[in-house]
């Protein structure tokens, strides 16, 4: 979860926007926090593809 999209039950407006104490205080606490949100998307793509020719070389060593 990406702090752009998070609504603060506190104020109503937008966790980004940062309005009230509690806003501020939880988007600083997920800025700190690593996560998987914190992996771009061509890291991921180039996990997957690293992963299927893994899968594929070990399928042809096996066959």
């Known amino acids: 979860m990406t702090v752009d999209r998070l609504v603060c ?3 109503s407006g937008p966790v980004a926007e940062g309005r009230c104490s509690v806003c ?9 926090e690593p996560g998987w949100s914190s992996i771009s998307p061509a890291t991921l793509v180039a996990l997957l593809v690293a992963l299927l020719a893994v899968v594929l070389v070990v399928e042809h060593a096996t066959a």
């Open 24 to 32: 501020r205080a939880n988007r600083a606490r997920m800025q700190q």
């Open 9 to 11: 039950a506190n104020c």
